[in-house]
């Protein structure tokens, strides 16, 4: 059979297609990433391509559409200034010309055998410190002055917020085909609903579960707890998913050494894996993510979540809880290029806000001063990590957008993956509310304290947490409660007899 080319778009991208036809795809993955270097107080980068000097908010527009073509692949940049770039190893891998040729008309899975995969993943694990500083900013301090938005370093997020950066976290061609495979699958994802005031509402996105558990080790209960309100659909992980998973799983426990001291126990004692994968779909920039902690009882109290994202960038919005209100940020008088989103109903916190904060997240970076609220701008193949006490502390969002830069494969399209490790303990403990569930387990974010009697129990280091109905499909009967279990989630550092030692502690409330 004559093999044709084709550009692979979420249009043409019906399941038959992947898995019924010959395919060849010749594609280039993502711009090479460049190091760039900005002085110490200074609103100002030298761009490394050209070396002009470009304020430092526009670094990453400069170097798409101005040095853009320059950074398409390293062959291209050494063209422009040669000598000027020396790209390690991993990074000429990821940027490399890709060809995916499938004549037999199997899925792209069949061409990436296991062997290979662990030979990846064992130069991941070499080659792991690469990606610090040598990709352009991702992140960016979202200040009230209008349009300032300050380019962070690798190690700054780390330092203002409890999230981590994971560049190029796969292997080009295994994003590649993961990418693929979930543009296929994702037109039989659910679209999440609720019903708030006698209204039905639908999730500006569409989603699904895959168990990464070893088969036959997923239980009816722990599975009732994925996602009680929006009833999505869980599947058996694709083979090229577990894959990814393996990789995601050998880069958090490496770098969880670093924030062991603020890990649940259960991630101290046994290294953290995930056992499923939430998967998001935005097809475009008008779908998004409202801001939100994530629901907790089926991960346990201070989780850690690895979110992979693939296909066409978006911003990842961090806020800090107890953070500038919304109000007062610029970019909320006016159509931003990036919305403020109006929280979902189904993703809203408990009534009120203002937490007290951990020095890490509370975003005490020396001269950075406080950081309440940072963009990640999250290319293909990019890995955050949302280590304790991002989800007690901070909220997140993927804001709707009107210049989504998109992604050779999949155009407009980004895909999610949240990597999340199953806590059977956290789920069984859940009290049924007044409509007959589970109640669900969330992080008091808020202003709302939780009473004497309860402050007096938590340890310095501890949040509040609280449970509620979550019934968003019938309408929630009201049903709210303090968490008054404190024996889990404090950070081992304020647990002297589990020998960790001793950073200062830390009063929350
Ligand atoms: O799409 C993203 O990056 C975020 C998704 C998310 O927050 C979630 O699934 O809970
Ligand atoms: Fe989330």
């Excluded at 060809?99 to 993943?121: C, H, K, N, R, V």
């Excluded at 309440?372 to 006490?389: A, F, K, R, Y």
Aim: glycine residues 6%; contains cysteine.
């Amino acid at each position: 059979m004559q093999e044709s080319v084709v550009r692979v778009g979420i249009e043409n991208l019906a399941p038959t297609h992947v898995a019924g036809m010959p395919l060849k795809r010749k594609l280039s993955v993502g711009p090479a990433h460049v190091p760039v270097q900005a002085s110490e107080g200074s609103r100002f980068v030298h761009c490394p391509i050209c070396l002009q000097r470009v304020a430092h908010y526009l670094i990453n527009s400069h170097l798409d559409d101005e040095c853009g073509k320059s950074t398409s692949s390293p062959a291209d940049v050494q063209a422009v200034k040669p000598g000027c770039l020396k790209e390690p190893k991993s990074l000429e891998r990821s940027s490399q010309q890709l060809e995916i040729t499938d004549a037999s008309g199997e899925t792209p899975q069949s061409a990436y055998p296991s062997t290979q995969a662990a030979a990846q993943l064992q130069s991941v694990q070499q080659t792991q410190a690469w990606w610090d500083q040598r990709s352009r900013p991702l992140a960016y301090i979202r200040r009230r002055q209008k349009g300032h938005q300050q380019p962070l370093s690798d190690e700054e997020l780390r330092q203002a917020t409890p999230c981590e950066l994971v560049r190029n976290v796969l292997p080009a061609d295994l994003a590649e085909e993961l990418l693929v495979l979930l543009l296929a699958e994702s037109p039989t994802w659910h679209r999440g609903q609720w019903v708030l005031f006698g209204k039905t509402h639908a999730a500006p996105r569409t989603s699904c579960y895959y168990s990464l558990e070893p088969e036959g080790e997923e239980t009816q209960e722990t599975d009732d707890f994925r996602d009680v309100s929006k009833k999505v659909d869980r599947r058996e992980a694709l083979v090229t998913l577990r894959k990814a998973a393996d990789i995601i799983n050998a880069t958090t426990q490496k770098l969880q050494a670093r924030v062991q001291d603020d890990l649940s126990a259960r991630d101290r004692e046994s290294p953290w894996r995930c056992s499923y994968a939430l998967a998001n779909m935005y097809r475009d920039g008008a779908e998004a993510t409202g801001a939100h902690a994530d629901r907790i009882t089926p991960l346990g109290k201070r989780p850690v979540i690895a979110s992979l994202s693939i296909g066409a960038t978006r911003i990842f919005r961090l806020k800090r809880a107890n953070g500038a209100p919304e109000e007062s940020h610029p970019a909320s008088g006016k159509a931003a290029e990036h919305e403020q989103s109006t929280p979902e109903p189904d993703l809203a916190e408990g009534p009120g806000e203002r937490a007290a904060a951990s020095p890490r997240s509370a975003g005490q970076t020396g001269q950075l001063g406080q950081v309440d609220s940072v963009d990640l701008h999250l290319e293909h193949n990019t890995l955050v990590i949302m280590w304790p006490p991002c989800q007690e502390e901070w909220r997140h969002e993927v804001p709707r957008s009107k210049s989504v830069k998109p992604h050779p494969v999949s155009g407009l399209a980004r895909i999610n993956l949240t990597f999340r490790r199953l806590d059977a303990q956290s789920a069984a403990r859940a009290p049924s509310c007044r409509c007959g569930q589970k109640a669900v387990l969330k992080a008091a974010l808020g202003k709302r304290k939780p009473p004497q009697h309860l402050q007096r129990k938590l340890r310095p280091g501890q949040h509040a947490y609280y449970w509620c109905c979550d019934n968003t499909q019938s309408g929630a009967c009201g049903y709210w409660k303090w968490d008054e279990e404190v024996s889990g989630g404090q950070p081992c550092r304020e647990q002297p007899q589990s020998g960790c030692g001793g950073a200062a502690a830390i009063q929350v409330f």
